[in-house]
């Protein structure tokens, strides 16, 4: 019961420190650490002591899959330089730099354990670097250099510290270093790829939702125990196996059972995530307890935390100048970039777990926890409060909603093409206008991501007069059902059916609406599609009339949505999602095929031709 009353106390500590940290506008995992150290010190809080098997057995194996799923592989792979430069190249030189700056501060500490605690610090933390840096909106290809390099670089501080504990046994070669890095990595490697093919195989033969997840909560504890049990890599294992998973997963999984994985996953990462920076705080009293009881000056102790805490902040600047100068001249972007990729190299859980793996005897044990136990504190408080002031100093925008929408319209436009290339040859019999009603449901779908890019305050969009009677109509339905349910006429399975397929729709306008709401005018030149397109090239944007209008529309008192703008007469007419679509009829009419947003703060221009923007 005790055990059971802790963990259901953890639980609502998370909860509530996550809802707090929204409401005052702070990142949760700042708020959860202060709040664990806070506890700590509070008598009627009992004393808990964070094993290290409780973290690599039971919370580093779920975090990975759950951070690997959610990286895009495509993203992973064109960035696979600066990530292993990062995640083994920069691991590597922090370890070295620390373990010489350690043995210079303790007196009579043997470099094996030098060494030991420089790999315990050396690797940021993926959930503590992402969790922080989306939530301030970071550039999309900083945080994703983040997620590589925390995903692979536990991988590598593990093998170092495990090596220089060896090395304190005696006969350890560098050779011997060297092949058992390679056979750690590339066993770990393997046996990703292999859980990899058990599982989609798995998936094929198997496309119940409910077994399918639970295929997936399984699949990263099989993955890292196998792997460990083989002693190669099991951060490895299981961080290859949920990006080939998670890259696979729109041709291995049922729609439904994606959703499942999805959602659940969402709510394992949340919990666990959020526990792991609460229990990092809890932690504090104890060390600082067995760190006064080990007879060490408290000074000298102050001295190598702080000068480790600094030291691990310092070597990462170092080595992103290095890298930046001399392997990175080309790819490495503004040197605003650089700046942040070094800031952000929070630690987190899996630095304090690695701590607790240094054997109980060696020489200042409690002194080499305290350290690790600052340089994670100190980094997540330090760095973790600051970074969205540098942000904002350096003036790092983050990923722009309009050119998200425009993105997303833009590829709409070319799945629809697809699709309707399959119903344009006909070979079926439409007695029915099946055929119709399938045009006119993409057309809806597609009109609605366009009305995204434009809002208007004097009037609403077709798709948000949808969304807001629809989510009406949905809510009177609800209601209806629920009072069929009382009279028990209906079966429990056929009404639990039916409200779910009324969540589905609602969490889709829900979805919709609150990204409307958060859409802003862009401030940056969108991603074009349309950068080989012919028509494009030939047709740049004009500056458009200050209060454009659709004569046509004016004419037969018809309310547009947006208008476009013909880049070769200059005739301006509403848009596709406005009752009468007179810039399309234009091109029907003139084969003209390009036009260009007339609406204010919009410079995107469009193709009919091509079904690409410019």
């Known amino acids: ?67 690997a799923l959610q990286t895009s592989l495509v993203d992973f792979n064109a960035n696979r330089r600066p990530i292993l430069m990062l995640s083994v190249g920069l691991v590597i030189f922090t370890a070295a730099g620390i373990g010489v700056l350690v043995h210079a501060l303790l007196p009579g500490i043997s470099w094996s354990a030098s060494f030991a605690i420089g790999a315990v610090v050396a690797p940021p933390d993926a959930v503590a670097a992402t969790s922080i840096g989306r939530r301030i909106g970071l550039p999309r290809r900083i945080v994703t250099l983040l997620e590589g390099e925390s995903l692979l670089n536990d991988a590598t501080a593990l093998v170092a510290l495990r090596t220089a504990l060896a090395a304190g046994l005696g ?138 805490l600094v030291g691990v902040v310092v070597l990462r600047f170092v080595w992103m100048c290095l890298a930046r100068l001399t392997l990175f001249r080309r790819i490495a972007g503004p040197w605003s970039h650089t700046v942040l990729l070094a800031w952000a190299g929070m630690r987190g859980v899996v630095t304090l777990a690695a701590a607790f793996v240094i054997p109980a005897g060696t020489d200042y044990r409690e002194v080499l926890l305290l350290v690790a136990f600052t340089v994670v504190a100190g980094t997540l408080l330090g760095q973790g409060l600051t970074l969205p002031w540098l942000v904002r100093r350096l003036r790092v925008t983050g990923p722009d909603p309009a050119e998200d929408a425009l993105a997303r319209a833009t590829l709409l436009e070319q799945a629809s093409r697809a699709g309707l290339a399959v119903l344009d040859r006909g070979d079926y019999d439409d007695q029915h206008g099946v055929a119709d009603l399938i045009r006119q449901r993409l057309e809806e779908r597609n009109f609605a991501a366009w009305e ?150 919009e410079d995107w221009r469009w193709c009919y031709l091509d079904h690409v923007t410019g």
């Open 171 to 308: 006969g350890v070669t560098f050779l011997d270093v060297g092949l058992d890095f390679l056979f750690a990595a590339g066993g770990g490697v393997l046996l990703g790829v292999a859980t990899f093919l058990v599982v989609a195989w798995l998936r094929k033969h198997l496309t119940d939702p409910v077994l399918d997840s639970a295929i997936s909560l399984v699949t990263p504890f099989v993955a890292y125990l196998v792997a460990e049990e083989l002693e190669v890599s099991g951060v490895l294992a299981v961080v290859i196996a949920g990006l080939l998973l998670g890259h696979k997963a729109p041709v291995l999984q049922t729609a439904q059972s994606r959703i499942a994985d999805r959602m659940n996953w969402r709510t394992i990462a949340f919990l666990l995530e959020n526990a792991v920076f609460l229990l990092i705080g809890l932690q504090a009293r104890w060390i600082l307890g067995d760190v006064s009881d080990s007879g060490t000056p408290a000074s000298r102790v102050a001295l190598v935390c702080a000068a480790t």
């Open 452 to 601: 995204r890019l434009t809002t208007h305050a004097e009037h609403e969009a077709p798709s948000e007069m949808y969304s807001r009677l629809r989510l009406e109509m949905l809510g009177a339905e609800r209601a209806r059902i629920l009072e069929i349910r009382k009279t028990g006429n209906v079966a429990a399975e056929v009404v639990g059916e039916v409200l779910a397929m009324l969540d589905v729709e609602e969490s889709m306008l829900d979805a919709a609406t609150q990204e409307r709401e958060e859409l802003a005018v862009p401030g940056s030149s969108p991603r074009r599609t349309g950068d080989d397109c012919e028509h494009l090239a030939s047709y740049p944007a004009i500056d458009t009339a200050p209060e454009p209008v659709c004569q046509q529309c004016i004419a037969e008192d018809v309310q547009w949505v947006s208008l476009r703008e013909c880049l070769i007469c200059g005739k301006v007419g509403c848009c596709d999602s406005s009752p009468r679509r007179h810039a399309d009829a234009h091109f029907r009419d003139t084969g003209h095929p390009v036009i260009e947003s007339a609406e204010p703060g």
């Open 1 to 67: 019961m005790e055990i059971a009353f802790l963990l259901v106390a953890i639980a609502a500590g998370v909860l509530a420190g996550t809802a707090l940290a929204g409401r005052l506008g702070i990142p949760a995992p700042l708020l959860l650490i202060a709040a664990g150290i806070t506890a700590s010190f509070v008598p009627a809080v009992p004393e808990l002591h964070l094993h290290q098997d409780v973290v690599l057995l039971g919370l580093l194996p779920p975090l990975l899959y759950a951070a």
